[in-house]
């Protein structure tokens, strides 16, 4: 048995579920918060088996696609003054965990 974590944009979340779904992988949504753009993301966590394991990461993958996008962005001047400029970022995708589990049981 593995255990897939895929951190997800909000943006793809729910074409992700959705597609999972369809494929009958069960999935529990958890709303997260990244680090770098301090954007909201979700953490999708599927159980499944070793052999569906690469199914669910190419769901994973066909849905959540990386996307440039103009974020502000500030710099400071010996001054005292700052201005403000946009910088593009790549964002989207997922980051996916594969982890081995001893046991899953549904109750």
């Not at 669910?56 to 500030?74: K, W, Y």
């Not at 710099?75 to 081995?100: C, K, M």
């Amino acid at each position: 048995m593995k255990l897939v974590m895929a951190i997800v944009s909000n943006d793809d979340v729910s074409a992700v579920s959705s597609a999972l779904t369809k494929n009958n992988f069960y999935c529990t949504r958890l709303a997260t918060t990244g680090g770098f753009l301090r954007a909201g993301n979700t953490t999708i966590i599927i159980g499944t088996e070793d052999e569906l394991v690469d199914q669910c990461i190419e769901i994973i993958g066909s849905e959540a696609r990386r996307r440039t996008e103009l974020v502000p962005s500030t710099a400071s001047y010996d001054i005292g003054r700052y201005a403000s400029f946009p910088v593009e970022v790549q964002i989207g995708g997922a980051t996916i965990f594969v982890l081995n589990i001893e046991q899953f049981k549904k109750l």
